[in-house]
């Protein structure tokens, strides 16, 4: 994936395809009146989470390790949202440019629990190195950029719901499947739990922190917190797809025409485009045999707009089975291919962006360090130092009782390209789930919660941390458990 710089905003080159609407319905313009009722206390928590995605998922378990009484609440039947539902198996660079290893935490202990068979990348004794050889290797395999070998593997998603959930169950957290957060329940300017909608009917979940990680922000946009939407048509950003697998392939077959054949790969990719239009390449999933497809991007939707969400999903479709024909017949390796899944859940990069009482912009991508710093990112280039998260990033400006984490945090959307990822949405999420527990614990608001305090369990997790002005010198840092730094020169290439 390039990108370029245009404006001071970071678009990406990635194909995009922009379409004619098709298959709407328009309003009616009428509108009928809801009658008031009464609806059933499901139950009381803690900290009520609200989506079981990368952000949720890491939020409820680390919630519930500090301590908290948590319910989960999701509307399909499994956890990971897009990292499993999404078939978005391909986990982005969890190391700097350096090779540290800076996205650690929940996101580690996660990815440890998976045995070699189902997760595939460069070994640690690889993360940051230049060797060309080794380069050349993965960036065909999701795991080089920029001349540097990354942490970016990718997985079995049937192994990693299996893993979140038995981590989920093994923390205590009450998960329910198959209920949809409809609406807050707000009193005043706090938010004090949440409406699902499920085969029960309308019932409540009362909190004393509620964790939105819907990633689309539906919760703290019913409870009228601030937040941000575009349809950029020129951005992946703002591109929808459902993904899909096909399976019986040679992905090393394929792989091989690619770099060893470049003229006719050209051609390859030629026709595809002239046949089909849409036309994708495939990325390598944890098997040879598995080939996953996470486009043709379809831009100028929006991710809340039922109308366009039905669309891309019958385009998307419609697509699988045209690649599934060419590949075929065309595609070195293809030929035995078969439909594998389509994904259950759609692919949206982008449908709310919280406004919060910090927002993580452009400017900061200089290394400077956030005085709520709650984890580091790696940047998109080497030109970037790494990024420090602030923690206001999920705390939203006007709404007590809430807080955000995941894909729909408060940035801008040039930020949002690496904001969004997986190991991103795991580290907002654990620091949301440890900033909930102690809300509630103290009876507090979520932006009342102490930095410091909030920090140090965090860094108790596993996550990695920069001093802070106020906490150096680092030596006193380690001794007060900010461990994550530590050991960080020991996983250089
Ligand atoms: C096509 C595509 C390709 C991508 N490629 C990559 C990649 O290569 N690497 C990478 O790291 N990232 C990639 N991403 C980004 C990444 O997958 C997502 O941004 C990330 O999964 C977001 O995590 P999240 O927890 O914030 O939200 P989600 O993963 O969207 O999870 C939200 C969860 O909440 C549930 N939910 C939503 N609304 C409600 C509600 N009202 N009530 C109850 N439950 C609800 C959903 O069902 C879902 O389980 C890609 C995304 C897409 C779409």
Redesign the pocket.
């Known amino acids: 994936m390039g990108s370029s710089n245009e404006g001071g905003r970071l678009f990406f080159q990635s194909e995009t395809f922009e379409t004619t609407k098709r298959n709407r319905r328009k309003p009616s313009g009428r509108f009928i009146q809801e009658p008031a009722r009464s609806l059933p206390v499901h139950t009381e928590c803690d900290v009520l989470v609200?989506?079981?995605?990368?952000?949720?998922t890491a939020a409820a378990i680390s919630a519930a390790r500090a301590g908290a009484d948590v319910v989960l609440?999701?509307?399909?039947n499994h956890l990971g949202?897009?990292?499993t539902?999404?078939l978005?198996i391909?986990?982005?660079r969890m190391t700097d440019w350096q090779g540290n290893h800076v996205i650690r935490g929940f996101a580690e202990e996660l990815l440890s629990r998976l045995k070699p068979e189902m997760i595939a990348g460069p070994g640690r004794h690889e993360w940051g190195s230049r060797d060309p050889n080794r380069v050349a290797y993965w960036a065909l395999r999701t795991a080089a950029y920029h001349d540097t070998v990354t942490y970016s593997p990718t997985l079995d998603p049937e192994w990693l719901k299996a893993e979140s959930l038995a981590m989920v169950l093994e923390a205590g957290v009450h998960p329910i499947f198959h209920?949809?957060?409809a609406r807050p329940l707000v009193e005043g300017d706090r938010v004090t739990g949440c409406i699902f909608e499920s085969k029960q009917g309308r019932r409540a979940v009362l909190a004393k922190v509620t964790i939105d990680?819907?990633?689309?922000g539906?919760i703290l946009a019913g409870a009228g917190s601030d937040f941000e939407t575009e349809v950029d048509a020129r951005d992946i950003h703002g591109c929808m797809?459902t993904?899909w697998m096909f399976a019986g392939v040679d992905m090393d077959a394929f792989l091989r025409f690619r770099a060893e054949m470049p003229d006719e790969y050209g051609e390859f990719m030629a026709r595809g485009r002239e046949a089909l239009r849409f036309f994708e390449r495939p990325v390598v999933s944890w098997r040879n045999d598995v080939a996953l497809f996470?486009g043709p991007r379809l831009a100028g939707y929006s991710a809340l707009d039922v109308e366009d969400l039905s669309e891309v999903e019958i385009r998307s479709h419609q697509l699988m089975l045209e690649h599934l024909a060419f590949y075929r017949r065309h595609a070195p390796g293809f030929s035995g291919a078969h439909l594998m899944v389509s994904a259950p859940?759609l692919?949206?990069?982008h449908g709310r962006r919280l406004i919060g009482t910090a927002r993580l912009t452009r400017d900061m991508w200089d290394g400077r360090v956030a005085p709520d710093e709650i984890g580091v990112s790696p940047s998109l280039s080497p030109k970037f130092a790494n990024v420090s998260i602030p923690y206001g990033a999920l705390v939203p400006g006007r709404t007590g009782g809430l807080l955000a984490p995941?894909?729909h945090l408060s940035c801008d959307a040039g930020s949002h390209s690496f904001m969004?990822?997986?190991?991103q949405?795991w580290l907002t999420?654990q620091a949301a789930g440890a900033a909930a527990a102690l809300a509630a614990d103290h009876g507090i608001e979520p932006a009342a919660v102490p930095i410091a305090e909030l920090r140090s369990r965090l860094a108790r997790q596993g996550v990695f941390l920069n001093p802070l002005a106020a906490e150096k010198p680092a030596g006193e840092l380690d001794a007060k458990g900010l461990a994550g730094c530590s050991d960080d020169a020991t996983v250089r290439a």
């Open positions: 609200v989506g079981g995605g990368p952000a949720g609440i999701e509307r399909y949202g897009l990292s539902g999404g978005v391909w986990i982005d209920a949809w957060g990680a819907s990633g689309d539906d797809n993904a996470m859940q692919g949206v990069r995941g894909r969004r990822e997986i190991p949405c999420g």
